[in-house]
């Protein structure tokens, strides 16, 4: 049975940072592909970052240079680490196994003053 439980959301200010984490067991963490994603209220989730098994990455244009994916396979997690976070940057973060479909049940990013 395929876990992926993410922790790290929170309330912050506008220009402060958080870290995501998403600890996956029940799959070979190592050769999948993962990824973040992010739904705001109203709005359709949307992708926000992927990385290979091999540890290449990619982005929406609206966080590059502010977010970094990374994984760490001895721990089978995926991180998200978000700087300069942004209003807009508001919604429930998804981690998600894209090599098997799972999802995690979200946590909550709130960026506001």
């Known amino acids: 049975q395929v876990q992926l439980v993410e922790s790290g959301g929170g309330l912050v200010q506008p220009g402060g940072s958080l870290r995501l984490s998403c600890t996956a067991s029940?799959?070979?963490?190592?050769?999948?592909?993962m990824a973040w994603y992010r739904q705001a209220p109203g709005k359709q989730r949307e992708l926000v970052a992927q990385?290979?098994?091999?540890?290449?990455?990619n982005y929406i244009d609206s966080v590059k240079g502010r977010f970094t994916i990374s994984r760490d396979n001895a721990k089978n997690t995926v991180y998200l680490q978000m700087n300069s976070l942004k209003p807009e940057d508001t919604a429930v973060y998804y981690c998600?196994?894209?090599?098997?479909?799972?999802w995690g049940q979200g946590t909550q990013v709130t960026v506001s003053s």
């Open positions: 029940g799959i070979m963490f190592g050769i999948y592909f």
């Open positions: 998600n196994s894209q090599s098997t479909g799972d």
């Open positions: 990385i290979t098994s091999g540890g290449l990455t």
